[in-house]
């Protein structure tokens, strides 16, 4: 039996364990950190998830979406509240379309669980990758607990350790290996609106709530427990900045100006921002993903910011993508990861495009009244022509279209709706007079036509 190690017992890391043991394959999974099954979720990170239809595919193709599903809350769209506390419902999609709030530590726990109760796969906690010998194959790891190390050479090696890899950082020192590193100006950091005195929410559960202030915002989600999480995300230079707010009197002026509704629902507002850290928020992009006998998954490939819920999607979706090459008959491992990698590599570059567009939206645009209209008309669309029409949100969270297909659609509906606001008097007659030619408009497809 072929004996595998995955480095990194995070979600993606999990979910490929398991599917790697269920096609017969010997699995020890590898992670720095102790394990976190002992101290329960809360000993993970906590920030709540999106877990979308991408994501709830692949955990089914593992046979676990059944016992995944008792730890989500269903998000049907997003509860926009203005600066004057006034609250918006937009919803996602078409009725019944919705993402699932769940918590990032509840998910590992119950996916760590899983697989290491499949008879191929095994953990080893607090024992790190210390390098991979790009010559000889070699794995150098060192046992935290013990203080020692050890080499091991297995025949395959699977990098699922996040944005910051270490096994990542063995393979940039090859030649021609491409790498970039991003950061945004801006930083996030978790806040709280604990649970009502009854035990249930004190905002609606159903929406994914967001504050969007332009260059900035709050979002909050939902947990089962009657609590939201809410992440603030803030430049971290100027006037409303993360570095502006050193003191609590400053803090409570932000949040008194800002998100005032908020605010009111918060009681240990002051203790979580000078106690939670601030967080950086990176992209990476990289290539090639495979050498020899390792492969890039997840995070470590293709690490994204979190604006269109899809970081954790897409990593799952790559366990799926690569169970399905593994199941094609005629394949060796090279050409397995070959092909994986120029399958995904294309869809990772996009999603991180996309993610960083839907920051712009989240934090500024769901508020702009083009922007609305823009998508009334898209879901108007939509609902008349299903087969030949789908807005590009609903394209990357409710269904499997690869991420670069729906770039390419989101370019190509933008250019066709910036056309149509250069109609005189569009967006008061976009329905009486346009209609028709929206719909010729939008539901072409041939580069020639033109209206």
């Not at 999990?14 to 999974?29: A, F, K, M, N, Q």
């Not at 760590?112 to 150098?140: I, K, R, T």
């Not at 790498?179 to 609106?193: A, C, F, V």
């Not at 990357?396 to 370019?411: G, H, K, N, R």
Request: aromatic share 12%; charged share 20%.
């Amino acid at each position: 039996m072929s004996q595998f190690s995955v480095i990194g017992a995070g979600l993606v890391g999990s979910l490929l364990s398991v599917y790697l043991g269920e096609r017969g394959h010997r699995i020890t999974v590898f992670d720095r950190r102790p394990d976190f099954r002992t101290r329960g979720a809360g000993g993970g990170r906590s920030i709540n998830l999106a877990l979308s239809d991408r994501g709830l595919l692949a955990l089914e193709g593992a046979g676990l979406k059944d016992a995944v599903l008792p730890l989500c809350l269903p998000m049907h769209g997003r509860m926009i509240h203005d600066l004057d506390g006034t609250q918006h419902f937009q919803p996602y999609g078409k009725s019944g379309q919705y993402i699932n709030s769940v918590s990032r530590g509840e998910l590992n726990l119950l996916m760590m669980q899983a697989a290491d109760a499949h008879p191929n796969v095994a953990f080893q906690f607090e024992h790190s990758c210390l390098e991979f010998n790009l010559e000889n194959g070699d794995l150098h790891m060192r046992d935290e607990a013990a203080g020692s190390n050890y080499t091991l050479r297995p025949e395959l090696i699977f990098g699922t350790d996040g944005a910051f890899s270490a096994l990542r950082s063995s393979l940039q020192r090859r030649p021609r290996f491409d790498y970039q590193q991003d950061y945004l100006p801006h930083g996030y950091k978790e806040l709280t609106i604990p649970p009502a005195a009854d035990g249930g929410w004190l905002i609606d559960p159903e929406a994914l709530h967001i504050w969007p202030r332009q260059s900035f915002m709050l979002i909050a989600l939902p947990n089962l427990d009657g609590s939201f999480t809410c992440t603030l995300f803030a430049p971290y230079d100027g006037p409303e900045g993360f570095d502006a707010l050193q003191t609590p009197a400053l803090a409570e002026a932000y949040f008194d100006r800002y998100f005032a509704d908020a605010k009111a629902l918060m009681p240990t507002l002051m203790q979580d921002f000078f106690d939670n850290p601030t967080s950086a928020l990176v992209t990476v992009r990289c290539y090639p993903w495979a050498y020899k006998n390792t492969l890039l998954l997840g995070d470590a490939a293709h690490a994204i910011v979190p604006f269109y819920g899809q970081g954790m999607n897409a990593g799952f979706e790559d366990c799926r993508a690569l169970a399905q090459l593994i199941d094609q008959p005629g394949k060796d491992w090279s050409q397995i990861f070959r092909a994986f990698e120029q399958e995904r590599k294309p869809n990772g570059d996009a999603i991180a495009e996309l993610a960083k567009r839907n920051f712009l939206e989240m934090r500024d645009k769901v508020a702009d009244p083009r922007f609305l209209l823009q998508k009334k008309i898209a879901a108007q669309v939509a609902e008349r022509h299903p087969a030949h029409f789908t807005p590009v949100y609903s394209l990357v969270t409710f269904s499997d279209t690869p991420y670069a297909t729906a770039l390419a659609e989101m370019d190509r509906q933008q250019a066709l709706f910036d056309r149509m606001f250069t109609w005189p008097d569009f967006e008061s007659k976009w329905q009486d007079e346009y209609w028709e030619r929206i719909e010729a408009l939008l539901l072409a497809r041939e580069p020639s036509a033109r209206h």
